[in-house]
């Protein structure tokens, strides 16, 4: 079938990308799904920092590349051997695919499936195939899902059925935002009844680890960003104090004010300078977790001796750690208990065709989740 599709053939072009549109739509032909593969209408889908530095060029990935990962939609057709979805059902799309026959994937550890990085990085679905191309040209799909497409075929393995009941638009979130932010403090770092947060940067994954953080009882949860609107989007969400890193005297601040640093502290911005905030005001036997995918030629570097003499932890978090059908279903739910009001998370809807400028914004830091409705 023909589909439209935004395509992104060359990475690293200046900005504004309004002008330069390193970003076509283009119409490429779709083939059907194969065995363990299943074909979604995608209904919604949100701009999102992995698909901004594929753009920029600090996360190389081969081109030309179909882009868009977060997404939700609607089964059209399922492909032999898909025994559990039919057409109808609703689906959110998730860019680790796991094998579930990987070391990682038996220890329950999905988002690290050897199998779903290797296709990711080859641009592939998990089998190793491509199901888009243009005449003799194959396209290159973006973490397996591809999902500013009017259709999309995955693999059964990148898809989590979800009720029909929820938005496609809210339901979007639950692929990436969400799962990331909120499973860095529930599942990476676990946090504990009545803890203190740190938050250092405000985008997608930072807000909803912030009202992840709020959700399970975080009693003091500080955010940090260079962006006031941030800040101040982040005290309508719940934090209790916000501070701003453009300050050079933002980490004394922050350890005056919560007596030594936080207990946990979450960097989420994918910049060395965010990272080494995160990890000064983290008090003496605390927890620095990372969600960033900086360029992979940045490194971090800190006192070594402050791990053991202070006890301290830092740990990465991909995916949030999360075990995707077990947990976008109970976000989900916490969702329609107005306990993770992630809806509050979009501030900007736009057409397929507006795409390199709402990169723009993302890219100036004006935007918290874009929503592209189909």
Same mark, same amino acid.
């Given at each position: 079938?023909?589909?439209?599709?935004?395509?992104?053939?060359?990475?690293?072009?200046?900005?504004?990308?309004?002008?330069?549109?390193?970003?076509?739509?283009?119409?490429?032909?779709?083939?059907?799904?194969?065995?363990?593969?299943?074909?979604?209408?995608?209904?919604?889908?949100?701009?999102?920092?992995?698909?901004?530095?594929? +753009?920029? #060029?600090?996360?190389?990935?081969? &081109?030309?590349?179909? @882009? !868009?990962?977060? $997404? /939700? *939609?609607?089964?059209?057709?399922?492909?032999?051997?898909?025994?559990?979805?039919?057409?109808?059902?609703?689906?959110?799309?998730?860019?680790?695919?796991?094998?579930?026959?990987?070391?990682?994937?038996?220890?329950?550890?999905?988002?690290?499936?050897?199998?779903?990085?290797?296709?990711?990085?080859?641009?592939?679905?998990?089998?190793?195939?491509?199901?888009?191309?243009?005449?003799?040209?194959?396209?290159?799909?973006?973490?397996?899902?591809?999902?500013?497409?009017?259709?999309?075929?995955?693999?059964?393995?990148?898809?989590?059925?979800?009720?029909?009941?929820?938005?496609?638009?809210?339901?979007?979130?639950?692929?990436?935002?969400?799962?990331?932010?909120?499973?860095?403090?529930?599942?990476?770092?676990?946090?504990?009844?009545?803890?203190?947060?740190? +938050?250092? #940067?405000?985008?997608?994954?930072? &807000?909803?680890?912030? @009202? !992840?953080?709020? $959700? /399970? *009882?975080?009693?003091?949860?500080?955010?940090?960003?260079?962006?006031?609107?941030?800040?101040?989007?982040?005290?309508?969400?719940?934090?209790?104090?916000?501070?701003?890193?453009?300050?050079?005297?933002?980490?004394?601040?922050?350890?005056?004010?919560?007596?030594?640093?936080?207990?946990?502290?979450?960097?989420?911005?994918?910049?060395?300078?965010?990272?080494?905030?995160?990890?000064?005001?983290?008090?003496?036997?605390?927890?620095?977790?990372?969600?960033?995918?900086?360029?992979?030629?940045?490194?971090?570097?800190?006192?070594?001796?402050?791990?053991?003499?202070?006890?301290?932890?830092?740990?990465?978090?991909?995916?949030?750690?999360?075990?995707?059908?077990?947990?976008?279903?109970?976000?989900?739910?916490?969702?329609?208990?107005?306990?993770?009001?992630?809806?509050?998370?979009?501030?900007?809807?736009?057409?397929?065709?507006?795409?390199?400028?709402?990169?723009?914004?993302?890219?100036?830091?004006?935007?918290?989740?874009?929503?592209?409705?189909?």
């Amino acid at each position: 079938m023909k589909i439209k599709s935004a395509v992104l053939r060359a990475s690293g072009l200046e900005r504004p990308y309004a002008k330069s549109q390193p970003i076509k739509i283009e119409t490429l032909e779709l083939d059907p799904p194969g065995y363990g593969e299943v074909l979604v209408q995608i209904k919604a889908a949100n701009l999102c920092h992995s698909d901004l530095s594929v +753009i920029d #060029g600090s996360r190389p990935r081969p &081109l030309p590349m179909a @882009l !868009g990962h977060e $997404a /939700a *939609g609607v089964v059209v057709e399922a492909g032999e051997g898909v025994e559990d979805l039919e057409p109808g059902d609703h689906v959110v799309c998730i860019f680790v695919p796991s094998c579930g026959q990987c070391l990682p994937c038996k220890e329950g550890r999905p988002a690290l499936c050897e199998k779903g990085a290797e296709a990711n990085g080859n641009g592939t679905l998990i089998n190793g195939s491509r199901r888009l191309h243009k005449g003799d040209e194959p396209i290159h799909h973006h973490l397996g899902v591809s999902a500013f497409s009017e259709y999309a075929v995955l693999s059964r393995h990148s898809l989590v059925k979800v009720d029909p009941g929820i938005p496609f638009e809210k339901a979007a979130l639950f692929g990436c935002a969400v799962i990331t932010g909120v499973g860095a403090v529930v599942n990476t770092a676990n946090i504990r009844l009545g803890s203190t947060v740190a +938050i250092v #940067g405000l985008g997608g994954v930072g &807000l909803s680890a912030l @009202l !992840g953080a709020s $959700a /399970a *009882g975080a009693s003091r949860i500080i955010a940090v960003d260079i962006n006031e609107a941030k800040l101040q989007k982040a005290k309508e969400l719940g934090a209790t104090d916000t501070f701003n890193s453009r300050d050079k005297d933002v980490v004394e601040k922050i350890k005056a004010a919560t007596n030594g640093g936080v207990d946990y502290a979450f960097e989420t911005a994918g910049a060395v300078p965010a990272m080494e905030v995160a990890y000064a005001i983290t008090r003496r036997g605390g927890t620095t977790v990372t969600t960033g995918l900086p360029h992979p030629e940045h490194h971090f570097s800190f006192p070594q001796v402050t791990l053991a003499a202070e006890e301290r932890t830092i740990k990465g978090s991909y995916l949030g750690s999360c075990v995707p059908q077990r947990d976008i279903p109970r976000y989900i739910e916490l969702f329609k208990q107005n306990r993770l009001p992630v809806d509050r998370l979009v501030s900007h809807i736009i057409s397929l065709e507006e795409i390199n400028e709402g990169f723009d914004r993302l890219a100036d830091g004006e935007a918290f989740r874009i929503l592209v409705r189909f």
